[in-house]
Structures are given as structure tokens and as C-alpha cells.
């Protein structure tokens, strides 16, 4: 597609599960980032891969939340041992360059029960 | 407090009128970013401008940027329900790593 998919789009789960959010980038840009976005709120930070380069972490919340990027393409972020406090909407966007407008997904809606 | 915030929080206005949001910042900057959301949506890219520049138009949009307030403002003329929406700034500076920072939103209502 031409946009930034991610899936699923909505996600139930009890807590202490674990959990693995996709997100498949714009064909041909090196940037990614995740995002979170809690209810009426602006969107933190979570962690950006650029190329090859070493991603930035900085803003994972502890170390129960990870992300990967294969191939410099799809990326998934995968929260362990989920809490309450989770629940959220997890957004993905990328970029042509990391230097530039960012394009989102729609986001996985987190609802931990 | 965060890097970016809009004020204000809230806006309602009537189909046709202009609105106005803003948006203030702590440090020096590369570039701002205007962002929309729609309810249930990711964000869109609306206008960017670069620390070197004071204004910018895109359609009904115009944006201004005073570095030196550390300020900038979103101006949507002639506003339409369709523009019912949340507009979040966004700045690009070194001191964070050139990582986009978001404030919390304007919500705009325009009513028809």
C-alpha cells in the first residue's frame, strides 16, 4: 500500500501478556518511529530507527517494551508482561530521511483488561 | 513541561470564521511541524517551517514562526467541518536528538 500500515488495529488482552504490535513502513524510507498516544494526550516518544544505524531507545518506558526492525523494513514492538497502564494507542510512523514530515499509521488501539 | 504546547486546549467555532491556535517551545529549533489528527486516525502532515523562516502558506493554512518568542501559530481561514480535528505542533531541535517532540493538541470543533 502507499501508507503506513499497522496491525492489528485493536488489541484486547489480559494483563501480564504479552503482546506484539506490526507496523509495515512507506516502501523506501529509512526512518521509523513508535509513538504513544494515551487518551486526549500528545504523543510520547517510544523509540527511531534510522538505516542501519543503532536505534534510539531512549523513550521506551522500561525494559518490558522492545522493538525490532528486519530488513530495514517491517517493525514490530513487543510489550512483556502487560499493564494496566499500557493501554493505549500505539502509533508508527516513518520517514523518507528522519529529516522531514513524519506519515502514520492509524495505530493499534491497546486495551489491557 | 513539555518542549511543545498549543493553546488552547479547546476551540469551537462556526463554519466560516477563522481559527487560530499556537504554539511555544523551549529550544532552538531546526524545523516546527503542524500536524492534524482526526478522531481514531494517526497524524497528518499539514506544513513544516524551518528555523530560517517566518511564515508559510499552504491552501486555507498559514503558518508563522518567531524564533525569538520561541513561538509559532496556526492560522485556518475560512474554516469547514471537515477541519474538525486536533492539530498538534511538533519541534525538531539537536538538544533532542532531532526526534520530533509533540505537545498535547488544540482540539478544534467548527460547527456547521
Known amino acids: 500500500g502507499a501508507g503506513v500500515s499497522q496491525s492489528p488495529s485493536n488489541k484486547v488482552t489480559e494483563k501480564g501478556k504479552d503482546v506484539e504490535l506490526r507496523c509495515d513502513p512507506i516502501s523506501g524510507h529509512t526512518a521509523l518511529y513508535w509513538y504513544r498516544q494515551s487518551l486526549g494526550q500528545g504523543l510520547e516518544f517510544l523509540i527511531y530507527f534510522q538505516g542501519n544505524s543503532a536505534p534510539d531507545k531512549s523513550g521506551l518506558p522500561s525494559d518490558r517494551f522492545s522493538a525490532e526492525r528486519t530488513g530495514g523494513s517491517v517493525s514490530t514492538l513487543t510489550i512483556q508482561r502487560t499493564q494496566q497502564e499500557d493501554s493505549a494507542v500505539y502509533l508508527c510512523a516513518s520517514s523518507l530521511d528522519g529529516l522531514g514530515p513524519q506519515h502514520f499509521g492509524d495505530g493499534t488501539r491497546l486495551s489491557i483488561l | ?112
Request: glycine share 8%; hydrophobic share 30%.
Open chain 2, 1 to 112: 513541561s513539555q518542549q511543545g504546547e498549543e493553546d488552547p486546549q479547546a476551540l469551537s467555532i462556526q463554519e466560516g470564521e477563522n481559527a487560530t491556535m499556537n504554539c511555544s517551545y523551549k529550544t532552538s529549533i531546526n524545523n516546527l511541524q503542524w500536524y492534524r489528527q482526526n478522531s481514531g486516525r494517526g497524524l497528518v502532515h499539514l506544513i513544516l517551517i524551518r528555523s530560517n523562516e517566518r511564515e508559510k502558506h499552504s491552501g486555507r493554512l498559514r503558518v508563522t514562526l518567531d524564533t525569538s518568542k520561541k513561538s509559532s501559530s496556526l492560522l485556518i481561514t475560512a474554516s469547514r467541518a471537515a477541519d474538525t480535528a486536533s492539530y498538534f505542533c511538533a519541534t525538531d531541535a539537536r538538544e533532542y536528538g532531532n526526534k520530533l517532540v509533540f505537545g498535547a493538541g488544540t482540539i478544534l470543533r467548527v460547527k456547521s
